[in-house]
C-alpha cells in the first residue's frame, strides 16, 4: 500500500503564493509519474499539473505561467509552487502517485494513490 502525504495548503490573499508538497511513502515499486489535480466547490475534479520521472511536465491551461511542478524522484516527493493566485485557485488539491513498470516494450500499471487533499483557499 502507498501512503500518500500532502502539506503546505492554507489561506492566502489574491496575488499571493503557496507551495505544496507531497510524499509518497510504503510500498514503492516505481513511479511513474506525480501530478495535483483539484476540486472546487460544485465542480468537477481536473487534472492541474503532472510531472513524469523524467522530468516531462503538462499543466492544465488555466495555471500555465503561474504554476510549477518539480519532483525530487530521491525523495519520492512532488512540489507545486503556486504563484499570482486568484480566488478561481480556491480548492481541495490532491496528490496523485501512478506507478508503472517497464517491460516488453511498454509501460504497464501497478497502482494509482491518492492522498486525502489539502484545502488552498484564495480570499481577501
Known amino acids: 500500500q502507498v501512503q500518500v502525504a500532502e502539506s503546505g495548503g492554507g489561506l492566502v490573499q489574491p496575488g499571493g503564493s503557496l507551495r505544496l508538497s507531497c510524499e509518497a511513502s510504503?510500498?514503492?515499486?516505481?513511479?511513474?509519474?506525480m501530478g495535483w489535480e483539484r476540486q472546487a466547490p460544485g465542480k468537477q475534479r481536473e487534472v492541474v499539473a503532472t510531472?513524469?520521472?523524467?522530468?516531462?511536465?503538462n499543466y492544465v491551461d488555466s495555471v500555465k505561467g503561474r504554476f510549477t511542478i518539480s519532483r525530487d524522484n530521491a525523495k519520492n516527493t512532488v512540489y507545486l509552487q503556486m504563484n499570482s493566485l486568484t480566488p478561481e485557485d480556491t480548492a481541495v488539491y490532491y496528490c496523485h502517485v501512478d506507478q508503472r513498470t517497464y517491460f516488453h516494450g511498454s509501460y504497464h500499471p501497478v497502482s494509482d494513490s491518492w492522498g486525502q487533499g489539502i484545502q488552498v483557499t484564495v480570499s481577501s
Open positions: 510531472i513524469t520521472s523524467d522530468g516531462v511536465t
Open positions: 510504503g510500498r514503492i515499486i516505481s513511479i511513474y509519474a
